[in-house]
């Protein structure tokens, strides 16, 4: 990765910037980007050390030891396995993603998964394969029949404290079609849990009335080589070598609009100012919920505030096991592990291990099979854990939670916990992160006054356009996911590109 600066000097502060971006992920450096391009000025303000926000991707090796907690973000090596912990798939990709061109622009070579065998694994072990193909098929069903009942079923909408649990759990759901017995049923509603993970939210809690009103990047799903910090990698090189700047280990304390002169100044908590023409925040939403109040003067809008408070955040964490062979079926290329209602067994000795067994067995697991023949593939597997159920697990240590779920999938795929432990083990803990606070924004929630429109109002500009705001959270139609925060990068670059031609247009003095 092009080195990114860590302090600037007297002579670039007292240089008035055109923009200046408030962090490094994929929305910001989407923007500086595009407005480098343009012949701007620009410098990007990151937290962390690290830049990329929630394009994280971990790599590892058969030499990596079990002890070894480093968190990777450099390139692959031939020898490395990677993994992405943030961004998981590029959707849409044939279908007009933006993220598409950056990997034909880059030549990163992208791979397209085959179909592969999903086994669905109740109480008493993998179900029969036709029964897993009748359940996931009718829980497919039941969401087109949710999106229908939302947008086309009635001239009445559903009120927006009716739940999607609320609909799926209906007697007359299409989630129960052609299920004979109540324990195939029971394995129907929990099967739906599943949908906890995407949704980052439980399924009471989402919104029936405003289910698929996004009009997202869909269809194909495709993986960069060597994670999506590989695109970052090569965006970092190329809005660095069109002049931007970008300040690592620079966590932003006020956001200060002078009035008189027309610039916006930041000051960081490292004691750095930076002054602009215009800013733009890409701060991820669960971040601006603790800080937006205090961050900014003049204040925001208290409306703009409300909005922030309003937003739900969802919760999406992820657990690589790895091993030096697969114990499972090799064919098998995903497991949906419903709840158990099964004890913990007595080779779990570790209170943390046993309360941690409860944990796994009270949610529905999506778990991944990364072994294959494809560049990076791995004799592991990557476990997604969601909603509230995501948030509990980062109490608990790494070596604890991979050994406990190691314990808990041998037991519950094979019938018998395994005593030979992953050789490596890796987990994300996206709430705990200071500069994230979180997975990405959920679907609009069922609690009052919510609606996708707070996400297009979290967008709007303020300070007569010298104040922007980019990230997922400000897309409508595609919340929560990194094309979104991508186009929404884009989308404000367009717009401050247009203002600072208005009122400060370019000249032979200062063209870059």
Not at 243 to 249: A, D, K, L, V
Not at 361 to 372: H, N, Q, R
Not at 495 to 507: E, G, I, N, Q, S
Request: aromatic content about 8%; glycine content about 8%; some cysteine.
């Amino acid at each position: 990765m092009a080195k990114a600066a860590a302090t600037t000097s007297t002579a670039a502060a007292s240089n008035i910037l055109d923009v200046l971006i408030i962090g490094a992920g994929w929305s910001g450096l989407s923007a500086a980007l595009k407005l480098s391009q343009a012949g701007r000025k620009v410098a990007i303000l990151e937290a962390r050390e690290r830049i990329g926000g929630r394009a994280f991707t971990h790599t590892w090796s058969d030499k990596t030891d079990v002890n070894d907690n480093a968190r990777t973000t450099s390139s692959p090596n031939a020898s490395d396995y990677w993994c992405d912990f943030g961004s998981s798939w590029m959707h849409g990709y044939l279908e007009g993603s933006p993220l598409k061109q950056l990997t034909d622009k880059y030549n990163i070579p992208v791979t397209i998964p085959s179909p592969r065998e999903t086994v669905v694994v109740g109480e008493q072990g993998p179900l029969p394969q036709l029964l897993s193909q009748k359940l996931t098929g009718n829980l497919g069903k039941a969401q087109e029949a949710a999106k229908a009942a939302a947008h086309d079923q009635s001239a009445t909408p559903p009120d927006v404290s009716t739940s999607l649990g609320d609909f799926l759990y209906s007697d007359n759901s299409p989630l129960f079609a052609g299920l004979e017995s109540e324990s195939e049923k029971t394995a129907a509603r929990e099967l739906a849990r599943m949908l906890h993970i995407p949704l980052g939210i439980e399924l009471e809690k989402a919104s029936l009335k405003f289910f698929g009103f996004e009009n997202a990047f869909a269809g194909t799903d495709a993986a960069p080589k060597g994670g999506f910090t590989a695109i970052i990698n090569k965006l970092v090189d190329e809005v660095t070598s069109l002049g931007t700047s970008i300040h690592t280990s620079q966590e932003v304390q006020s956001v200060l609009d002078e009035d008189q002169s027309s610039n916006v100044k930041i000051t960081t908590k490292q004691g750095q100012e930076y002054v602009a023409r215009t800013a733009l925040v890409t701060i991820p939403i669960a971040v601006l919920k603790k800080t937006a109040g205090g961050l900014f003067e003049p204040a925001l809008p208290e409306r703009r505030l409300e909005t922030i408070k309003r937003v739900s955040v969802g919760n999406l964490n992820k657990v690589l096991l790895h091993y030096d062979q697969p114990w499972w079926n090799g064919n098998t290329g995903t497991f949906l592990v419903l709840p158990s209602s099964a004890s913990a067994p007595a080779s779990i000795k570790k209170d943390a291990e046993k309360k941690l067994w409860e944990l796994y067995s009270s949610t529905t697991l999506i778990v991944s099979s990364l072994s294959g023949d494809g560049a990076g593939a791995s004799n592991s597997l990557l476990v997604m854990v969601g909603g509230e159920s995501a948030k509990q697990l980062e109490a608990f240590e790494r070596l604890d939670a991979g050994n406990a779920l190691h314990a808990y999938l041998t037991t519950r795929i094979v019938g018998e916990a395994s005593d030979k432990l992953p050789k490596h083990v890796f987990y994300s803990r996206w709430a705990k992160q200071a500069f994230t606070g979180g997975a990405t924004t959920s679907p609009v929630s069922t609690a009052p006054g919510n609606s996708p429109l707070d996400f297009e109002a979290l967008s709007r500009p303020l300070w007569s356009g010298r104040l922007g705001f980019a990230g997922e959270h400000t897309e409508i139609n595609h919340r929560g996911s990194a094309a979104g925060a991508f186009v929404s990068g884009e989308r404000e670059a367009n717009r401050l590109v247009a203002y600072l031609d208005k009122f400060h247009p370019r000249t032979a003095a200062n063209k870059l």
